[in-house]
């Protein structure tokens, strides 16, 4: 059974960073396309960016320039560096494949304030 272990979120300022990371237990991780999703308070989970195993990555437009998505296959680890934060990314931050296969982790709490 696969799981999903995430971490390395806060309590961040507006503007601030943070760098959330994703392991996942399994030697499946290299091939697979990783994503991270995130909830905000009241709303439904959503898709945030994605990682393909040769690196070729993709981003919600509401995130673009701001966030980065990497993958250390080595460590069945991925990653979102998370830059110039706004109010509005308050939100559980999940990561899974993409289409979502596997049981979901605990999630990672990100908190931006203004």
């Known amino acids: 059974q696969v799981q999903l272990v995430e971490s390395g979120g806060g309590l961040v300022q507006a503007g601030g960073s943070l760098r959330l990371s994703c392991i996942a237990s399994g030697s499946i991780f290299s091939t697979r396309i990783m994503a991270w999703y995130r909830q905000g308070p009241g709303k439904q989970r959503e898709w945030v960016a994605t990682i393909r195993s040769g690196g070729t990555t993709n981003y919600v437009d509401s995130v673009k320039g701001r966030f980065t998505i990497s993958r250390d296959n080595a460590k069945n680890t991925v990653y979102l560096q998370m830059n110039s934060l706004k109010p509005e990314d308050t939100a559980v931050y999940y990561c899974?494949?993409?289409?979502?296969?596997?049981?979901w982790g605990q999630g990672t709490q990100v908190t931006v304030t203004s």
């Open positions: 899974n494949t993409m289409p979502s296969t596997f049981p």
